[in-house]
């Protein structure tokens, strides 16, 4: 079974790539809605507020109507907030030679322009921000923000080690073309090795982008527990029910002559031999 996520996202192409990123166990879906955003070049602290935000977004009736509507033309039925991963994600940049040597080696990860690239990219564009420190150290964060069963947890981390850009060569999204990723763990992919983010096939770039590392921790992460419809293998019964289901158990099991090994319900399991132990004294008065 699939399991179910919300990505709370306005751009396209994060959306794509996450899908492709996940597979095709998770049921992707988008909800566009307005979040305040912290202004600040520490990612991790950007994203934590965010997720806050969305966790009191999502209690609204419309919203869960729009999200029970995106999953619903996934033939999926949402019935409550539990049914489904919330998940929102945000990126920052982080150039070495805009910060001091300090800074870069003992926080490489709130170092400008962190999580303000956005507005950067804004202002001088990727070819202004190669002009101004073409083939600097730098790395790329990304951390993600998650509500799980009601409730938000840590947020997961990915950071990638590369250098800016020593030309503009388009292609992509955001900045692509300003980052050089560091491939020399994979060697696989050799030929690409010094090329930026704007020139990788996308079947390539998304498994070794800082948004892939991330969201590749996310499925291991679900994949060692169960959401949305894969459900636990487990019901809410009632004492009484869970009881006769243990008694058919023992029965059955006692007809064909095996063990006694009742499955649940530890209570009942106390008490049978509690009566039992006190069924053979009263026998074997008689």
């Known amino acids: 079974m699939k399991q179910n996520i919300v990505f709370v996202t306005g751009n396209k192409n994060k959306l794509k790539e996450v899908r492709e990123i996940l597979g095709e166990n998770f049921a992707v879906v988008n909800v566009s809605v307005d979040l305040p955003e912290l202004q600040s070049m520490d990612v991790k602290e950007v994203i934590v507020e965010k997720i806050k935000e969305a966790d009191k977004v999502f209690r609204d009736q419309n919203i869960m109507d729009k999200i029970k509507e995106e999953f619903k033309n996934l033939d999926i039925n949402i019935n409550s907030f539990n049914d489904f991963i919330v998940v929102c994600e945000d990126s920052g940049f982080h150039i070495d030679s805009m910060n001091n040597s300090e800074k870069a080696e ?128 487990f019901r809410r019964t009632s004492k009484r029910n869970s009881r006769r289901t243990s008694r058919r158990n023992s029965k059955s099991k006692a007809k064909r002559g095996g063990s006694l090994q009742l499955e649940s319900d530890y209570e009942y399991v106390e008490k049978y031999m509690k009566y039992k132990t006190k069924y053979l004294e009263l026998k074997n008065k008689d």
């Open 106 to 233: 003992k926080e490489p990860t709130k170092m400008f322009p962190g999580a303000l690239i956005k507005f950067y990219l804004q202002s001088v564009g990727a070819k202004g921000v190669i002009e101004r420190d073409r083939n600097s150290n730098a790395r790329l964060s990304c951390y993600i923000g998650i509500i799980k069963n009601g409730e938000i947890i840590e947020p997961i981390e990915a950071i990638v080690e590369g250098k800016v850009a020593d030309e503009f060569i388009d292609g992509g999204f955001g900045f692509d073309p300003c980052f050089v990723p560091d491939l020399s763990a994979y060697s696989e992919f050799d030929e690409y090795d010094g090329k930026p983010y704007s020139t990788l096939p996308s079947e390539v770039k998304n498994k070794i982008s800082h948004r892939f590392v991330a969201f590749n921790k996310l499925r291991e992460m679900l994949s060692k527990t169960t959401y949305g419809n894969a459900r636990p293998n």
